[in-house]
């Protein structure tokens, strides 16, 4: 398994200004993920964060709007740019630790936008 | 592709009666199935997962899920219903061909009558 912790773990914005979300695991991983969990919804995977290279971006989001850094094998931010009403969610991130193909999940950043 | 559908957004049962969560997949390759529980304002927890081995997986806190080809289905049950397993249940499947991606349902709310 793995510990992680997020930062901030919630937090309200105005709109059109944007928020940039910390991802920390206790130990190395390869893999990290971020999700979009809106409200009353399940999980939407948002990008895949490698160490090395660029993320992928799923279908529907783009790294203009979700620019995502992975400067080593413990750590990820997300940006949430340019923030509108809709872009309110949790935001959650996870890792996988190569032991069966299961995540482990961060505690989530619950962002509200105004 | 893979996609996984669960049968009914919220589940009521009493206290100390039996918790049956449904969950149905669709997938091209031989799946990893999981479930995850969701307590209220936290991230996501693993309960347990399928990963090609026995078709009977246990879990954490008494509940257990069963993988059965024939029908697509990995329903989550636990004989006697707590007070503290109400919270939102995900089933999740990825494929094993290292993609590493989960694919989410929609989720059971399960609310424990006292």
């Known amino acids: ?114 | 592709a893979q996609s996984v559908t669960q049968l009914g957004s919220h589940v009521s049962v009493s206290e100390g009666a039996l918790v049956l969560l449904r969950c149905n997949y669709s997938s091209s390759v031989p799946p990893y199935l999981f479930w995850y529980v969701q307590y209220p304002n936290q991230g996501l927890q693993l309960l347990l997962k399928y990963t090609s081995a026995a078709t009977l997986v246990k879990g954490i806190n008494g509940f257990e899920a069963e993988f059965k080809k024939s029908e697509t289905s990995f329903h989550l049950t636990k004989p006697s219903a707590h007070m503290s397993d109400a919270a939102e249940y995900f089933c999740a499947v990825s494929d094993q061909t290292g993609a590493n991606n989960l694919f989410f349902g929609t989720g059971t709310r399960l609310t424990v009558i006292p």
């Open chain 1, 1 to 114: 398994s793995a510990v992680i912790s997020q930062k901030p773990s919630r937090d309200i914005c105005q709109r059109g200004t944007s928020l940039t979300i910390q991802c920390q695991v206790d130990s190395q991983v390869t893999m990290m993920f971020w999700y979009r969990q809106q409200p009353g919804q399940s999980l939407t995977l948002i990008a895949t964060a490698n160490q090395g290279s660029e993320a992928t971006y799923e279908s529907g989001f783009v790294i203009d709007k979700f620019p995502i850094s992975r400067p080593n094998l413990t750590f990820s931010t997300l940006t949430v740019s340019n923030m509108s009403p809709e872009d309110s969610s949790i935001y959650l991130c996870s890792v996988e630790t190569g032991q069966g193909g299961e995540q482990y999940f961060g505690p989530g950043t619950r962002l509200t936008v105004t």
